[in-house]
């Protein structure tokens, strides 16, 4: 125990080290626009379609309600990445925030995962700073020293799943149409080892080795069988179900469910802590290479096509057909011989 909180106070789990250091915090409803800076906001809310990420803080209770708010599909950009980084801290160090609950501004998606954008045809500095800010966010959110529940109001695939899966417990809203997996070895690319740790932990080894291979997406019901998300509620008692949950988690003293959490996640943490720099060489070699800019270029190019092809193209009909025609097509047996 005195070892992990010497290494918290030392920095070496940054985000959980917040918990030994908070200062007085904010109060009301906190915004970050897309230029980064923030907007403090009195509690009787406030809501723009502008605003990428949507903080909504109960007072009462010391519960954020975050909400995603970067439509079509939430991806994560790079200026989102950075957005959720700052917001992310000033609620680690709010001293009056005990609890987060992640979900989604985006009617029927939670987070379509990174921003393909982002990693394709860019310089490699780009990709560079692109994966230090994905690293951030799995840091922050994998170690956060807050209780934290993903109330899942939406598809989820890929990145968007790992943001669930770094919460301590996650409720989706039980649609049909909506996925939810990693699902990285469709696009031809490969989950790196601290997104297949976080799966790991969560689902077992037997269900990590079959969904990362196949790059397996999962209806709310399958999920559920699977241990990746822990509850299923109607879509319109989600937010009640997670406030009501939350209340379930800030009944234990915080001290004590911040040192367990830590001493369960500290060395899947420390896995990544510890080799940051690799890591992100790794991953600009790899996603440089001619061969996978052309499987995401193809990828990016067959969620247009569905588009055209498709008619009439209702949101929630594309998601579920997406979910199978991608592992038919001849895009993906390309990915399968190359
Ligand atoms: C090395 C580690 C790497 C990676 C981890 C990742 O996270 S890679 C990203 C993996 N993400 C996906 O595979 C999700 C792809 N998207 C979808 O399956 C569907 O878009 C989704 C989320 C089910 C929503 O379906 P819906 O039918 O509602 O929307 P549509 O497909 O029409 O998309 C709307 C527009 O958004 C664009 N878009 C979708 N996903 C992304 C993304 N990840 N990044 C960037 N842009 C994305 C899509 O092309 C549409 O664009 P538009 O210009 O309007 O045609």
């Known amino acids: 125990m005195a070892a992990v909180l010497r290494k918290l106070i030392q920095g070496r789990l940054p985000a959980l080290a917040g918990v030994l250091c908070r200062r007085s915090g904010n109060e009301g409803h906190l915004f970050l626009n ?37 439509p079509p599909v939430n991806s994560l950009s790079l200026p989102l990445l950075t957005e959720l980084a700052i917001v992310l801290d000033k609620l680690e160090m709010d001293k009056h925030c005990r609890g987060l609950i992640l979900t989604s501004a985006v009617p029927n998606i939670f987070s379509a ?87 790991l932990n969560t689902v077992g080894k037997r269900t990590t080795e079959i969904s990362l291979n196949l790059g397996a997406l999962y209806s709310p019901t399958e999920a559920l069988s699977l241990h990746l998300v822990d509850r299923l509620v109607p879509e319109t008692q989600l ?54 800019q052309k499987s995401l270029q193809f990828y990016a190019q067959s969620l247009q096509k569905q588009k055209q092809h498709i008619h009439p193209p209702s949101s929630s009909c594309r998601q579920q057909i ?17």
């Open 239 to 292: 937010l009640s179900a997670a406030t009501e949950e939350m209340g379930r988690w800030l009944q234990v003293p915080d001290h004590a469910r911040q040192i367990t959490k830590s001493m369960i996640r500290k060395s899947t943490l420390e896995g990544l802590l510890n080799q940051r720099e690799a890591d992100i060489k790794n991953f600009v070699e790899f996603i440089s290479r001619d061969s996978i």
């Open 34 to 70: 897309s230029s980064g800076s923030t907007l403090m906001q009195p509690r009787c809310g406030y809501s723009s379609p502008t605003e990428s990420v949507i903080v909504e803080m109960d007072k009462a209770t010391g519960v954020a309600l975050l909400k995603l708010n970067i």
């Open 322 to 338: 997406s979910s199978v025609t991608f592992a038919r097509s001849p895009w993906y047996s390309l990915i399968q011989r190359s």
């Open 113 to 199: 995962g990174l921003n393909l954008f982002d990693m394709m045809d860019k310089p490699n500095e780009h990709y560079s700073e692109f994966w230090r800010a994905v690293q951030e966010i799995w840091i922050k959110l994998y170690g956060s020293s807050l209780a934290n529940i993903a109330a899942i109001n939406g598809s989820s695939p890929a990145g968007g799943c790992l943001l669930a899966l770094c919460s301590d417990y996650r409720i989706m809203a039980n649609n049909p149409h909506f996925t939810i997996g990693l699902n990285e070895t469709r696009l031809g690319i490969v989950a790196p080892f601290w997104f297949k740790d976080t799966l």
